[in-house]
Structure formats: structure tokens, C-alpha cells
């Protein structure tokens, strides 16, 4: 299996790995090695097990079975301490850092070094200057954490794993919260730790990133390792079947669009926070019939509130939406009614907003048509067309298991997400605002929802496709808004649109577009 | 850190309660066992007070009425995603609404005051929930504190109204006179021997029928109509309920309304069947005892009923215990029922991860997740 | 057995009244919400039981109440299981006394602090307003501010009666003097609360009040902590508390419940117990103020002499003390 140059034995090795958690089997007999002084990619859809193997590297969790081993020698790991003891490190899709603390005494908390702040401080901070000069990991030390970009706070959790000793640093979905112009920072940063003889296990389910920066790369599937490769022997396509099992299309087939009618317009929208803050600043466009617009920007501005604002969730401060000839903003019609009117919305973020997971899934597939007559007569619901209508959308959207009584949180995120884009399109709406359709979904799903929203396209509706994930909106878009800072700042046509040119528009470079 | 245990449903709802009372038992007879008295005996006294006679059901099952209209009353706040504390006072307000119609009224047919005295028991509570309810879902100010106070202020409001307004004339102890007989809710051993059943009289009486009905109701209006399909959304998740959109300030008036409705039922059972007078403190902590009740049955009618039942088991049985053990006096039989509260409900999870790794150990069927449909979801 | 057999033939020879042999006279107790532990008015009555158990060697039932519903519940059973007298101590056992007492005409009942008017039931009241009066007379003696306080435990009749007789002794002593007057709580948990009781006491030292007077149950036990914390005087009520802080406490408001509770059985068990109303104040040694070597030094032999003085007039009628009546 090991065709090192060096002669080391393995900065972490694992043998037989096995872990249930009740009826599933979330790692079946995992072994694979990872060599000093690499970057080791970890790639697999959602549900293929692993975040469970970090977190039993790092021990939140123990293993029902088999061993590990840092640098050839056998570990028990049965805490976050006795990893840290052990020389890893692990950087949390979500921090784990108090908001209101500097980044100095982040760092220091939990190796204080005695009841007394001031000297642990004090040596801490010189240790950390060393840091900063050894990696290039620049960070104000001074500075309360939650006044920082994200890009930093990522930086700040690096910087204490390295900080408490840590050799072998794992990173699970570290861009998940990143621009991309942050991961490429976060990519060279990781070359830099190579360099200095860190090991690093990167863990994500985006193909680019593995091809950007792994020496070697596991696949893991069903909570099996499927393939270990080095990974200039393969390619993105090569993994993505690995990961799926089967053939996978990356890039949507979709003939050109064919607008019609103008049927949504938005004119000088203004949408401000709770502090009173604009979040979107006097925005226009229009959506035609048979046409996907893609809203493109990193998160954070205004996509998210421009979006809630065209499906009713919050209130403009100024401008109007009119849809059908209806001023939505004027007559003030709340969600329910703009369904009605023929405006859907699959929203962003899916488990906070667009499912309630203690539901089971058939009383998920009513949530916003609830008072369809459909579903219920004088108030008084109807079971059994309810479950008759769950059973059609979960097979019209191939939604596994196809069991409408299951509750929602046991479904993987892919078919939640079809679920809820089922229910939105149920009821024939004529615009569908979608966010994030791929957010947390695998890839056999990605594909199916990209197909679906080509073919609502094609049957004319508007649609309306929020997305950080650039890749998605130069696949999906026809054409392409850009925001920045509560405007947009640019619109374009999905032919002359580049990476480039968005990717400069994102950063506040105004466009030659309109706006 | 690990995902929450799944158990089969029967488990669930059967058997980690089992055991979990049992486990209070066990502790309750270690305690008994050190003041000296012994712990089967105990049990048994215990028991037979509860359920061995037909006196001893009858009281039984007139506790367990008044937990029954409390627990719902929690139980219906709770799936709105609101911490109703103050089913005490609403009980209280209640009651005097039921027994403002039983004093004026009394001297119309029984048939006539009952509705008036039902809907006045639930207006009256009703209204005492709305000003909290409304505080929350307009001024976001916290339904806990506010119910909390609601409390206090229901307590002193009818000291007030008992001491200076509504006593008899000429006595020492703040009641109001006694009801017209036509303003007793009929006791059910009378309505028992009219259809032949011959059964001791005992406080049990209509209204305990009257809970059951409750029960029903918020079984339907909770789980069959589209009114509590959006009380659940916006209890489980207010931003799916906006989204969706349902009015959470909105559930949260209807559900307090509700709730406040339920917990002003309890004079139906404590004034009109039982004590046929308005006095002082007559819920004696039945709404709070609703909140355990409530978190016992799993917030569903029928698992209320049971923990209602077991709670009225537990008054009576202890008042027995402590009237036939002189060792066991009444504050004993306080730590007895705190311990199956805080087994039963508190640390209801301690038995359930050692429960669910036997049983994954056996079953592997994904058949064993819990079903959710339409039914009450726990 | 046989030494109880044989002493009733020997009573019965000696044309004692004894209807019911001592081997089958069963008394029984029923204490309110308080408990019997509430060094205050409930215990009292327990002192009495207790005595007459010692007394006689005759044991009793007792039970503590913890819901309303229980106190008729409790009675009933004890009626059914023989008991010859059942004491119910407290006026929230009024309407559950006259319920079961008509129902089983042959039990004797004995009601205390209320008025039940059945021919089984007696209903033994104290006049504490004259008891009260006494203190506020000696409240207004030692009193060098000219302002005294009144804490009370839940606003009810019962306790206003306390309040009235209070001011009224003051007043009497000295026709200026500035009484205080706060009640704990308006739930039965203001009769235990002994942190609030302390922190109204402290507000009426605040004011200016250099005696307080309890009525307050268990809550003014803070009440008399405070006192003495702040080196003032307090005045004690129903038992006689003047041991709790000797040099502290003025005295007492003493209501004997415990010689009601423990006369009740003795009269029950010789069968001279009759039903009705009886009335207890100082004439009947009922209610009084409290004397004894802990507080020998505060109260003085020219305020006992004041006090004994108008003790006299009360008991001959010469001097009036009002009651407070509910509407």
C-alpha cells in the first residue's frame, strides 16, 4: 500500500477502523495510511462517514474497533486531549471559538499555563510571533475574534492547533465559509506548513480542492474506503465516480434559453437589517419566463435578504416587486400569499428554514400549502390526501427511501433537498426563487437537481438561482447578476461570462453592464 | 457529542418509562428502608391506596383530572414552542370565573349552569394567558417571567377578592358561601348507579369525563387541523413558520389562549365537583405539577393521561402512606414524588443509552426508526 | 389489657362518666398546611397531643394536610376507622369539619379558630385581640422611638384581628405613637418565608420602629432574627417564643391552642366533652402575654405592673377591646 520515498513510518496510520452508531454503519473497516510531510485529501459524498473518522481521530468519538498508530506507534485516543497529547490538531467546519475573546486569549484558553492570565499571555504571545513569522500566518492578536472575516477566524484555529504542539492538522470542509479568494490563501498557507514538515489531512466533498493541493487522496463511500491514489495519477472525473459509484455528469446539458414575457420585476429595492443597516441598496432587474438568472456574489452581500425579501420573509424599506401586474411590496402580501400568486421559493438555507425536522417528511411536503384545499376542509386537515401527495412528489423526485412517514432529519440532505424542490414546484408556481440548491447535497443529487431546474426552464418559468458556488452559476445561469455590497454590480450575458470577470465583479469592480 | 439514541416506538413510549419509574421506586424504597419502615410494605400501602379500593380509584382519578386539564394545558404552550409556568394562575382565575356563574347561577337547572360554567372557566383563564401571551408576541417579553408573575398576581388578586369581596359574611376563613346544590357537577358514582353500576362516592365526578374530552379535543386540534399543524411549525421552527407563512405572534396568542382555556377548566373539577365553594389556593399546585406531568407524557394526550393518572396515584397513595406509616410523614411523600419527577423526567435519558445499544444490538431493520406520521410526535 | 379492663371497671365503680372504655378511645389530630413542625400554631396543637399522650398513654392519629381535597378525605377515613374525637386545627378546615360531621353524627369534632354549628362539633375560637392588645401595650412601653412595628403573615381575617387588638394596646398606652403594619404575602407561603420577614422587619427598623410584632407563623422567625440582629425588640405569637432570643424577644402574644387541643381529648375521653361554642380569651387563660426568665430582662416589673393592670380590666369588662370583623 506505501510507496514512500522515505523510509518513516507513517505520520498516522489507520487499521480497521469500525464504528456503528446504532442500526448504521458509518465506518466499515477502514485502514489507509497518510505519509509525514503531506497533504492527504479525504473526499466523499455527505453520510460517507467521514466526519465520524475524524472525529474518532481526534476523539469525540471511539471506535468499536481497530487501531491507530502516529508515527508507528500506537495511540488510545480517548479524548479531544489525548489527540492534542498525541500531536493532532483539528480545524472545525464551525469554529469553536468565543466570539467576544481576542485571538490571543482564544489561543491561550485551555493552556492558560497557570491560574495567573498575565504571564501564559505573556509567553504566548512570543510563541505565536514565532508561528506567525515560521507559516506566514499573520494575525492581530489583539483583536476580539468576532470583528474579524472569516478567512482570519479559519487562520485563528489553525494558529491554535499549532499552537498546543499539533503535527498533524485536520481541516473538515475548510472552505465551506470562504471566498475564493480565501481558499486560494488558505491553499498556499497549507503549502507553507508542507514545507515546514506538518502533515495535513484536508477533509471535503469539492473535487477542485483535492486536484489543487493533495499529494494523495482516500475515497470514501458508504463508510468504506473506496480508492487511495496519488493524486496527480487521477482526475476529477475519475474521483467523482469513485466517490458516487457510477457515472456522474458534471457539467449540465442545457439547450439555449428562450425568454419570454417578463414576468417578475424588481424596481429600486431597498432591504435594511434590524439595526437599520441597507443590506440591499436600491436593486433592479427583471426575471423572464423560460430563463434561469443567476445571483452570484460571496455571502454575506445581500444575496441572502434580497432573496427573502422577493419571497415575503422580510420587508423592504423601499421599492416594489411586481408580479402579475401586483405590487407584492405595496399590498404587503406575506408568504402564503405570494404562493398563491405563483411565486415559490426553495429557500437557502434548508434546515433552518424550508423543513422542520421534527416533521416526517409528509407533513414537510405541505409546509407553506397547508391551506391548499388540497390538504384541508374547514380547517380540518386531510390525511389522506396528504400522504397521497407526499407519495406522488417523492416519486416524481426520486426521494429515498420513498417513505412518506420517515421524519425528515433521517433523510440524507439530497433528498430533503428534492423533497422541498418537489413541494415548491407542486403547485405550478411561474417563478421559483432558488438558493442554494446544492448546499450539503452529494453529487448523485446535485446532478438531479440541476436537471430538473433545466427542465423548469424549459417550461417556462422564471427562476431565479442564488449560489455561492460559482461553478453552479456558470453552469446553470443564462444570465448573471453579480451583488456586492447591496448592489449589483454588474450583469451578464452567460457568454461572455468568465471566472475572471465574476470573480473581479464579486470583489466590488463595477462591471460594464447596467447598475 | 453522539447522535441522539433511536429506540422502537413500543420502547419508547413503553418501556424506558417503565423503567424509569421503577428505578424511582427502587430509590424511594432505599429511603424508606433508612427511616426505618419497610420498603414492600410501603409499596403496598401504597398501591392499595391508590388503586385498591373503589374510594381510593375515585380519588385517584379526581387528582388525576385536575393534571389532566394542567398537563394539557402545558402540553399545548409547549408544542407552540412557549414554557407555560403559569397554569397555576390561569387555574386560579379560572376557577373563579367557574364559580362567579355557580354563585349567581346556581338557582338555574344544572343543564343550563354547566356550558355557562365550562366557558367561563375557560374565558377566565383564557384571559389570564392572553396578557402574558401578548406580551411575548408584541414586546418579546419572556413568557416565563411573565407567567411566572401572572402567578403572583393571580394569588394576590384573589386573597383580595376572598378576604374583602367574596367571603361570607361572618367567618374567619376567606371562602365564599357555598354553591346551589343544582351547581354541583354531578359525582360520577351518581351518574354510575343510574345506569346500574354501584361505585363509592368519592370526589370523582363529571369533570373527569370532561377531561378526557378535553384531551380528545387538543389531540384533534393539534395533530388534524390546519390551525395546529401551524401551532407546531411554529413551535418546532418560527423561521420555517415565516417562511411558510404562518404568523408566530399570531400561534403564540391562539396557543396561550388555548392553554390558558384548559388550565381555567381545573375549577370545573376542584370547585363545582368537589368543594362546591370558592377558597383559598384551591389548584394547590396542580398547574405545576402539569408541567411534569406534561414532560412525562411526552406532550400527547394520551401519554398525559397516563402520567396524570400516575401523579394522582402518587397524591393519593402517599396521603394513605403517610396516614397509615407515622414514620412517613407528608414531606417523605414529597421527596417520593420528586424522585419519580426527576427519573421520570429530568434524567429521563439516563437508561436510554444503555436501552438503545441493546437494542441495536438486535434489530438492524431500519424499520425500527420512529414513524412520524400525522400522530403526535414525541 | 388487663390493667386497662380492670381500670375501667374501676372507674366505672367509682361513677366516674366513662362511656367509652380507654382501650377503645382513639384521638385524632388533623394539622393544616403549616405542619405540625411550624413552632408556631400548629405546633402548638401538637404540644398538646403530645402531652395528652404522655398524660394518659394513649396514642393518636395525626396527619399533616397538603391539598384541600385531603382535609374531608382525612376526616372521613378517620371517622370511618372508630376515631372518637377528631381535632381539626385551623379555620381552613371549616367547610371539610362540617361536611364530615354530618355525615357521621356519632364522631365527635373539635374545631379550632373557626365556627361550625353542628351539635357533634365544638368549636373552640381565642380572643386574640385582647393577647394582642397586652403586646402593643408592652410594645408601647419599651417602645423609645414612639413608633413600633406590626408584621403579619397572609392578609386575612384572622391576622387583621391580631393587627387591630395590637394598635389599639399601643394606642392606649401612648395616644401618638406610629404603628407600622405589613403583611407578608397574599399566599399561603407567606406563613414560611423567614427572609422576607426579616427584610420587613429591617424596613420598619428603617422607619424608625424599635419594637415589631409578629403574627406571621414561621415567617417570623426572620422577623425575630432581625430584631435581635439589630439589637431591637421583638414580640412573639401563639407559642411563647421568648426562649428563641433571651433579652431580644418582649414577649409573646401566647394563644393556648395546646391546652384547647389537650382539654378536648381529656373531656372527650372522661365524656364531658360537649358540642358548641366555646370562646377563650385572658378570663379563660386562653390568650395571654408571655413572663418567664428569658425575658425577665427586657420586660420590666413596671410594665408587667401596667399590663396585669389592664389585664384585670379586660377580664372584668371595664376596658373594651374591639374585634375585627369580616363584612
Known amino acids: 500500500m506505501v510507496e514512500e520515498i522515505n523510509s518513516l513510518p507513517p505520520a498516522l496510520e489507520l487499521r480497521g477502523i469500525d464504528k456503528r452508531f446504532g442500526a448504521v454503519h458509518a465506518n466499515r473497516d477502514l485502514s489507509f495510511a497518510v505519509a509525514a510531510g503531506t497533504v492527504h485529501g479525504v473526499i466523499g459524498e455527505n453520510g460517507a462517514g467521514k466526519s465520524t473518522l475524524m472525529n474518532i481521530i481526534y476523539g469525540f468519538h471511539r471506535a468499536d474497533a481497530g487501531e491507530i498508530r502516529v508515527h508507528g506507534k500506537p495511540v488510545e485516543i480517548h479524548s479531544p486531549q489525548d489527540a492534542i497529547a498525541a500531536g493532532i490538531g483539528m480545524v472545525h467546519q464551525h469554529f469553536m471559538l468565543v466570539e467576544n475573546f481576542t485571538v490571543l486569549e482564544n489561543i491561550v484558553l485551555g493552556v492558560e499555563g497557570g491560574p495567573r492570565l498575565a504571564g501564559g499571555l505573556a509567553s504566548a504571545r512570543a510563541g505565536l510571533e514565532q508561528l506567525a513569522r515560521d507559516y506566514g500566518l499573520d494575525v492581530p492578536l489583539d483583536t476580539v475574534v468576532s470583528e474579524l472575516p472569516v478567512g482570519l477566524q479559519q487562520r485563528v484555529e489553525i494558529l491554535k492547533a499549532l499552537h498546543r504542539g499539533a503535527d498533524l492538522l485536520i481541516l473538515d470542509e475548510p472552505t465551506a465559509v470562504l471566498t475564493p479568494q480565501e481558499a486560494d490563501q488558505l491553499f498556499k498557507m497549507l503549502g507553507r506548513l508542507r514545507a515546514q514538515g506538518k502533515t495535513v489531512i484536508l477533509v471535503t466533498h469539492k473535487l477542485r480542492e483535492i486536484m489543487a493541493v493533495t499529494d494523495r487522496v482516500t475515497v470514501m463511500r458508504q463508510g468504506a474506503v473506496v480508492a487511495e491514489v496519488a493524486t496527480r495519477a487521477t482526475s476529477s472525473r475519475d474521483l467523482a465516480e469513485k466517490m458516487v459509484g457510477r457515472a456522474v455528469l458534471l457539467q449540465v446539458e442545457k439547450g439555449p434559453a428562450q425568454p419570454g414575457a417578463t414576468l417578475l420585476t424588481v424596481r429600486d429595492l431597498e432591504v435594511t437589517d434590524r439595526l437599520g443597516v441597507p443590506r440591499v441598496k436600491g436593486v433592479s432587474f427583471t426575471l423572464r419566463a423560460g430563463e434561469i438568472v443567476g445571483l452570484a456574489g460571496v455571502a454575506g452581500n445581500g444575496q441572502s435578504e434580497l432573496l427573502e425579501a422577493l419571497a415575503g420573509i422580510r420587508a423592504p424599506s423601499r421599492g416594489e416587486i411586481v408580479l402579475g401586474g401586483r405590487d407584492l411590496v405595496r399590498e404587503g402580501l406575506d408568504p402564503r400569499a405570494r404562493r398563491h400568486l405563483g411565486l415559490a421559493h426553495v429557500p437557502e438555507d434548508r434546515l433552518r428554514m424550508g423543513v422542520v425536522t421534527g416533521f416526517s417528511a409528509q407533513d414537510n411536503a405541505i409546509l407553506g400549502y397547508h391551506d391548499l384545499p388540497a390538504y384541508q376542509r374547514g380547517g380540518l386537515l386531510n390525511r389522506a390526501a396528504i400522504l397521497g401527495g407526499c407519495e406522488r412528489k417523492m416519486a416524481a423526485y426520486d426521494v429515498r427511501p420513498p417513505n412518506p412517514h420517515l421524519r425528515i432529519a433521517a433523510f440524507s440532505g439530497g433528498n430533503q433537498q428534492k423533497l422541498v424542490l418537489a413541494r415548491e414546484i407542486d403547485s405550478d408556481p411561474r417563478v421559483l426563487l432558488v438558493g442554494q440548491p446544492t448546499r450539503g447535497v452529494d453529487i448523485g443529487a446535485i446532478e438531479f437537481i440541476h436537471q430538473k431546474l433545466v427542465a423548469l426552464r424549459d417550461a417556462g418559468k422564471a427562476l431565479l438561482l442564488v449560489s455561492v458556488e460559482l461553478d453552479e452559476i456558470l453552469g446553470l445561469a443564462d444570465r448573471i447578476l453579480v451583488m456586492n455590497a447591496g448592489e449589483i454590480v454588474g450583469e451578464l450575458a452567460r457568454a461572455e461570462a468568465t471566472e475572471e470577470k465574476i470573480g473581479l465583479m464579486m470583489a466590488g469592480v463595477k462591471g460594464e453592464g447596467r447598475a | 457529542m453522539s447522535p441522539p439514541a433511536k429506540l422502537p416506538r413500543w420502547a419508547e413510549l413503553g418501556l424506558l418509562p417503565a423503567i424509569n419509574l421503577i428505578a424511582a421506586l427502587l430509590l424511594s424504597g432505599a429511603i424508606i428502608r433508612l427511616i426505618g419502615e419497610s420498603p414492600w410494605a410501603a409499596l403496598k400501602l401504597m398501591a392499595d391506596g391508590a388503586f385498591g379500593s373503589q374510594e381510593s380509584i375515585g380519588y385517584t382519578f379526581y387528582y388525576a383530572t385536575n393534571f389532566i386539564f394542567t398537563g394539557l394545558a402545558v402540553a399545548v404552550a409547549y408544542h407552540a414552542g412557549l414554557f407555560n409556568i403559569g397554569a397555576e394562575g390561569q387555574a386560579y382565575i379560572g376557577g373563579l370565573g367557574t364559580g362567579l356563574v355557580c354563585l349567581w347561577l346556581g338557582a338555574w337547572p344544572f343543564w343550563a349552569v354547566l356550558p355557562l360554567a365550562i366557558l367561563a372557566g375557560a374565558l377566565f383563564g383564557a384571559a389570564w394567558a392572553f396578557i402574558p401571551a401578548w406580551l411575548q408576541a408584541r414586546r418579546g417579553s419572556h413568557i416565563v417571567i411573565t407567567t411566572i408573575m401572572f402567578n403572583f398576581i393571580a394569588s394576590a388578586l384573589m386573597t383580595w377578592l376572598l378576604v374583602n369581596v367574596l367571603i361570607r359574611p361572618g367567618q374567619q376563613s376567606p371562602e365564599t358561601r357555598e354553591f346551589a346544590p343544582n351547581a354541583f357537577m354531578p359525582g360520577l358514582h351518581t351518574l354510575l348507579g343510574k345506569i346500574g353500576i354501584p361505585f363509592t362516592s368519592t370526589p370523582l365526578n363529571l369533570a373527569f369525563l370532561l377531561a378526557l374530552a378535553a384531551a380528545a379535543l387538543v389531540w384533534v386540534l393539534l395533530w388534524r387541523t390546519r390551525w395546529g399543524y401551524a401551532l407546531r411549525v411554529a413551535g418546532r421552527n418560527p423561521a420555517a413558520a415565516v417562511y411558510a407563512g404562518i404568523r408566530p405572534p399570531r400561534v403564540t396568542l391562539g396557543a396561550m389562549l388555548l392553554s390558558g382555556a384548559l388550565a381555567g377548566s381545573l375549577g370545573l373539577n376542584e370547585l363545582m365537583g368537589s368543594q362546591h365553594r370558592i377558597l383559598l389556593d384551591f389548584p394547590g399546585g396542580a398547574g405545576f405539577v402539569g408541567i411534569a406531568v406534561a414532560l412525562m407524557g411526552r406532550n400527547q394526550p394520551v401519554g398525559i393521561f397516563l402520567a396524570a393518572v400516575l401523579f394522582g396515584a402518587l397524591v393519593q397513595g402517599g396521603s394513605q402512606l403517610s396516614f397509615d406509616m407515622p414514620h412517613v410523614n407528608r414531606d417523605m411523600v414529597v421527596v417520593i414524588q420528586g424522585l419519580v419527577i426527576l427519573l421520570c423526567g429530568a434524567m429521563e435519558n439516563v437508561f436510554r443509552g444503555p436501552l438503545s445499544r441493546l437494542f441495536a444490538g438486535k434489530t438492524r431493520s431500519p424499520k425500527s426508526e420512529i414513524r412520524n406520521d400525522g400522530g403526535p410526535d414525541a | ?327
Open chain 3, 1 to 327: 389489657m388487663i390493667s386497662s379492663r380492670l381500670l375501667g371497671v374501676l372507674l366505672v365503680s367509682l361513677g366516674a362518666v366513662t362511656l367509652t372504655p380507654a382501650a377503645d378511645f382513639k384521638p385524632a389530630i388533623v394539622y393544616d398546611f403549616g405542619g405540625k413542625f411550624d413552632r408556631s400554631f400548629n405546633q402548638s396543637a401538637s404540644v398538646g397531643a403530645e402531652k395528652f399522650r404522655q398524660d394518659t398513654g394513649i396514642a393518636f392519629r395525626e396527619f399533616e394536610i397538603t391539598n384541600a381535597a385531603q382535609r374531608e378525605q382525612i376526616m372521613t377515613q378517620l371517622a370511618k376507622r372508630g376515631s372518637s374525637i377528631i381535632v381539626a386545627v385551623g379555620f381552613t378546615q371549616a367547610s371539610a369539619v362540617e361536611r364530615v360531621a354530618r355525615q357521621f353524627p356519632d364522631v365527635k369534632f373539635t374545631i379550632i379558630d373557626a365556627v361550625v354549628d353542628l351539635p357533634n362539633v365544638q368549636s373552640i375560637n381565642f380572643r386574640e385581640q385582647e393577647s394582642s392588645f397586652l403586646c402593643g401595650m408592652a410594645a408601647a412601653l419599651a417602645s423609645k422611638t414612639g413608633k413600633v412595628g406590626f408584621v403579619g403573615g397572609m392578609d386575612i381575617p384572622l391576622i387583621r384581628k391580631f393587627a387591630l387588638g395590637y394598635a389599639e394596646g399601643a394606642k392606649y398606652v401612648n395616644p401618638n405613637i406610629e404603628v407600622f403594619q405589613n403583611m407578608t404575602g397574599t399566599t399561603p407561603a407567606a406563613w414560611g418565608d423567614p427572609t422576607k420577614g426579616a427584610e420587613l422587619a429591617k424596613s420598619q427598623f428603617g422607619r424608625g420602629a424599635d419594637v415589631v410584632f409578629h403574627a406571621a407563623g414561621a415567617t417570623g422567625i426572620g422577623v425575630m432574627q432581625a430584631a435581635q440582629d439589630a439589637g431591637l425588640l421583638s414580640i412573639g405569637c401563639d407559642s411563647n417564643q421568648d426562649y428563641l432570643h433571651p433579652g431580644s424577644v418582649l414577649t409573646s402574644a401566647v394563644k393556648r391552642v395546646d391546652v384547647a387541643v389537650y382539654k378536648a381529648f381529656q373531656d372527650a375521653k372522661a365524656g364531658t366533652w360537649k358540642g358548641g361554642q366555646l370562646v377563650l380569651g385572658l378570663a379563660e387563660s386562653g390568650v395571654d402575654y408571655s413572663y418567664d426568665e428569658y425575658n425577665r430582662t427586657v420586660l420590666t416589673p413596671a410594665m408587667k405592673q401596667r399590663l396585669d393592670q389592664a389585664r384585670a380590666d379586660i377580664v372584668s369588662g371595664r376596658l373594651k377591646v374591639s374585634e375585627y370583623r369580616a363584612q
